[in-house]
T-cell receptor
């Protein structure tokens, strides 16, 4: 079965500390991988995505994620977090083709503590 | 580019009434629209997939007679919650794939917070 797992439901971290949000997937077909961020009562904003090529992808606000095919993972990292990074983060996977819906993990609540 | 506009952003309705949520693709033709529901502090769950000009495909457990989806044009998909009840209160989000018009990906509406009282 195809699925996405975010093991950590909540991650508290102090400001300026590094953080890693974990995402693993299960699939028998090729995948495209995404990370989205959601602020309270808002829609989803794309952070970054992996389609092909370099396995390390970066966002404009300092986040990065690395696609690891052997471990079927796409963990999200940031070397130094800010208060404004407090939000819900969703890992999502597209299986097969461009016209199939995204499958979302359960989300990880990142809380940055001053 | 590839923007989906979703309205209303918030709606409060009385139990037993119907509510329509619209998602419009502003600068591209969305032949497919995915509809998700998100309960508080939970993930997005796919409800149905609509394709322009054909009947929507519903996920298991989603009542098609309760959640009516119409995709009559290439720029508009609607979700109507019929005879709404408090348990239908949720955050509804639409999403369209953008591989036809941009790099592979998906664009999302800003969501609709439905509260049934």
């Amino acid at each position: 079965a195809q699925s996405v797992t975010q093991l950590d439901s909540q991650v508290p971290v102090f400001e300026e500390a590094p953080v890693e949000l974990r995402c693993n997937y299960s699939s028998s077909v090729s995948v495209y991988l995404f990370w989205y961020v959601q602020y309270p009562n808002q829609g989803l904003q794309l952070l970054l995505k992996y389609l092909s090529g370099s396995t390390l992808v970066e966002s404009i606000n300092g986040f990065e994620a690395e696609f690891n095919k052997s471990q079927t993972s796409f963990h999200l990292r940031k070397p130094s977090v800010h208060i404004s990074d407090t939000a819900e983060y969703f890992c999502a996977v597209s299986f097969n083709s461009g016209n199939t819906p995204l499958v979302f993990g359960k989300g990880t609540r990142l809380s940055v503590i001053a | 580019g590839a923007v989906v506009s979703q309205h209303p952003s918030r709606v409060i309705c009385k139990s037993g009434t119907s509510v329509k949520i619209e998602c419009r693709s502003l600068d591209f033709q969305a032949t497919t629209m995915f509809w998700y529901r998100q309960f508080p502090k939970q993930s997005l769950m796919l409800m149905a997939t609509s394709n322009e000009g054909s009947k929507a495909t519903y996920e298991q457990g989603v009542e098609k007679d309760k959640f009516l989806i119409n995709h009559a044009s290439l720029t508009l998909s609607t979700l109507t919650v019929t005879s709404a009840h408090p348990e239908d209160s949720s955050f509804y989000i639409c999403s369209a794939p953008t591989y036809r018009v941009a790099n592979y990906g998906y664009t999302f509406g800003s969501g609709t917070r439905l509260t049934v009282v």
